[in-house]
Each structure stands twice: as C-alpha cells, then as structure tokens.
C-alpha cells in the first residue's frame, strides 16, 4: 500500500472523504428503501483509493469504471439465468478472467463486483446504475485530485495466476456445494484477497494467518452489529470505526476488510449468520493452497536457479 507518505493531517481527510462516500451510499440505500444500492466492494474501493492510495488500482483510472461495471454486468445478467447456484458462479468467473486477460490489466475489486449480484441475489437495476455511478466517481476523483501521481500505466498479467485462481474458488465452489453450504461458496472480500495474494512478490504463512484474523474479524463485526443495531447508519459508523482500529492494530491494510461488515446488509437473512465461518473456511482453504503453492513454486525457481 502506497499512503505511507501521507501528512497526518492528509490522512486524515482521506480517510474522511472515503468514510461519507461510503455512508452517502448507506443514506441513499436507506432512503429509498433499497439494499441494492449498498455495494460492499464499493466501500473496499473508496478506502483503497482515497485512503490507502492503492496505486496498483490506479494505474490506469479508466479501468476503475469499466472493469467494475463490465464484470457486474456480466454477474446481473447471469442471475437471470435458470441454472444451479454454482454454475452462475463458476460462469460469472470464467467470463471475469477471459475479460480481465484480454485488457491484459487486473482489477481485484472487479472480481466482487461480478459475484456480487449472484450473491445477494440482485435483479434490480438501482444495482447497475450504483455500480456505473459510484465507479464513475471514483475514477473522475483519482483524475481531479491526481491520486494516481507517479504510477505507471503498465500493466501485466500472469496466466498462470488466472489458472490458480480458477482452480482454487471452482474446488472451494464444490466443497462448500457438497457441505451444503453453496449460498456461501463465493465470499467476494475473500475472492479479492485470494488474487491479491496469489499476486504478492512475497507470501508467507504470517501473512496468511493476519488475513484470516483480519477477514475473520470483520466478518463477525459486520454480523454482530447488523444483527444488534436496528439503525442502518449507525451500524455503519461504528463498522467503519472499528474496522479502521482493527486494521491499525494488525498493522495491516487490506481493503476488503471494509467490505465485509456491508455483506450482512444485502445477503439473503438466513445465511447472515453463518458468514464469519463460511469467511473462516473460504481463508483458509484459500490461503493455505496459495502457502503451498508458493513454497512449491520457491523450490523449482531455486532448482532452476541452481542448474544455471
């Protein structure tokens, strides 16, 4: 993450600018009786790019529209399909990552952006101009505020991690299938996080573990205050306050940790409280064949090495 520069003073107001987008969403979904408006990857963004100055989300701004709106898309209209619950999101992904490589550009949050509406279950269009809306902002903000400043327009992407990342929620999309719990199979944060980690130079069973707490976590705050707090708002307020301190203390930053409480707020009710063990299962599946698959890939690069 990139906001280490920042002034006290700057860190401040971009937290502050991210936390009311987020709760003008809230106010909005309240006000027209709509939870489809409240878009939880859309609160991960706002703090990736107006607080932790994620440049790697910036590289090329237009992307923050257009991958984002495309992928919900794909999503909202696979919904309508009359097919299994696991084949939506096995399809929804398949046409996500032949997306992402034909820009040849990878967008993280534009993976929960096209399982999202699977997810919730969305059909209306408040859904789709939220989606075009709220990206369109944050676009027109990185280029007026210049948040992007400095970070190169390149961009690549490694077939092989699209593969992995295939493999690994199409397998965790069968286990939770046969557990009987395929409402929770796809867990958008931690499809995010997932690929984000598959794409760290470095990844080590520390990081994995802090990952899980952290998504653990927020996953169980989120619920809990839903669950306790009849005032959408207010639950807003203290889950953004408790997952900025949650983060501080872990030393981490991890977007999609602020999109977990805002999960409760638009998935079917009786999966609400099984979403911090479903997110539980999902991370360590997740995580621990990444480890693996980290290790293994190690030892063949110092094989490799080693024949030179």
Request: aromatic letters at 14%; proline letters at 4%.
């Amino acid at each position: 993450m990139n906001n280490h520069n920042l002034s006290k003073k700057q860190e401040i107001l971009s937290y502050t600018a991210a936390f009311i987008f987020i709760l003008l969403m809230v106010a909005t979904a309240v006000h027209f009786a709509d939870r489809e408006v409240i878009l939880p990857e859309i609160a991960a963004m706002a703090v990736a790019i107006f607080a932790f100055r994620e440049q790697s989300w910036m590289r090329q701004p237009e992307k923050i529209f257009i991958l984002p709106s495309l992928t919900a898309i794909i999503g909202f209209s696979i919904n309508f399909l009359e097919i299994p619950y696991g084949m939506k999101l096995v399809a929804v992904l398949i046409l996500m990552l032949i997306l992402m490589y034909s820009f040849r550009y990878s967008l993280p949050p534009a993976l929960a952006t096209g399982f999202l509406p699977i997810v919730s279950q969305a059909h209306s269009f408040s859904f789709l101009a939220t989606i075009l809306s709220t990206t369109a902002v944050l676009m027109v903000s990185v280029y007026i505020f210049r948040l992007n400043k400095g970070s190169d327009r390149k961009s690549t992407i490694d077939s092989r991690t699209l593969l992995l990342y295939f493999g690994i929620l199409v397998a965790w999309v069968a286990i939770a299938t046969v557990l009987g719990y395929g409402q929770m199979a796809i867990i958008p944060p931690i499809a995010v996080v997932t690929y984000e980690s598959l794409s760290m130079k470095m990844y080590s069973i520390k990081i994995a573990l802090k990952q899980i707490a952290v998504l653990f976590l927020s996953a169980s705050i989120g619920v809990f205050f839903f669950l306790t707090v009849n005032n959408w708002l207010i639950v807003s307020v203290a889950d953004l306050l408790f997952m900025y301190l949650m983060l501080k203390l872990f030393k981490m930053h991890v977007p999609a940790v602020y999109a977990f409480p805002f999960l409760a707020f638009i998935l079917p009710k009786e999966v609400i409280s099984v979403l911090p063990f479903a997110a539980l299962g999902m991370s360590i599946f997740s995580f621990g064949i990444i480890l693996i698959y980290r290790q293994y890939a190690d030892k063949m690069i110092s094989k490799i090495s080693d024949l030179k």
